[in-house]
């Protein structure tokens, strides 16, 4: 009897422990000087380093998802990529695109998927009649997840994005002054403050 009281006792002090342990610790919302919450216009030292904006459609056509990326500074408002998610994100209906997609525009140029049969990628490079080289992607991923999971497309103007981002940098190398390049060096500074959660 004595034995089956202590595990009762042992039992119900593990049970309130987490929440008293949770009581104690102060719960963390703020990195780097940066905090949850707080609007991003609290940070005026922040960059905008993305030379593209982006827009998401749902539902869209047999698609689950699609971000389409377009220009804000060499071409403003033109669409440079479209990169759309299909609904149905089987590997046999991977291997059904794929077969469509090499009777439509032949093989692939280039197979940039794994080893391991993990992730399928398959691109093919085109020059169109203006000129310009068009990349699309077709990949099937449903285990790795640091890439977008499911079956997806990608097609999309590298040189026209490369050039967006070179006038980006361009634009932003010429609004630089002295007072915020002393700035940027102020901002490199750290403190454990900085570092660990607050």
């Not at 998610?85 to 032949?106: A, H, I, M, P, V």
């Not at 391991?116 to 398959?122: A, C, D, E, N, T």
């Not at 999971?149 to 002295?178: A, R, S, W």
Request: net charge negative; proline share 4%.
């Amino acid at each position: 009897m004595r034995y089956l009281y202590r595990h009762i006792l042992l039992a119900a002090l593990l049970t309130c422990m987490p929440a008293q342990l949770a009581a104690a610790v102060e719960v963390p919302h703020k990195i780097a000087g940066i905090e949850l919450g707080t609007s991003i216009e609290a940070y005026p030292d922040f960059e905008f380093s993305n030379f593209l904006k982006e827009i998401v459609v749902m539902d869209w056509h047999g698609f689950r998802k699609g971000v389409i990326s377009y220009g804000i500074c060499h071409s403003p408002g033109e669409i440079v990529k479209l990169q759309m998610k299909y609904e149905n994100s089987t590997k046999e209906f991977f291997d059904t695109l794929l077969q469509r997609y090499r009777q439509k525009f032949g093989a692939p140029s280039i197979w940039k998927g794994d080893s391991f049969g993990i992730k399928h990628v398959w691109k093919w490079q085109f020059v169109d009649d203006q000129d310009r080289q068009v990349n699309m992607i077709l990949q099937h991923n449903l285990q790795d997840d640091n890439a977008s999971i499911g079956n997806q497309v990608k097609l999309y103007f590298p040189e026209l994005m490369e050039k967006e981002h070179l006038c980006f940098l361009e634009e932003c190398e010429n609004i630089e002054d002295q007072e915020g390049l002393r700035r940027k060096q102020e901002l490199k500074k750290s403190t454990w403050e900085h570092l660990i959660p607050q």
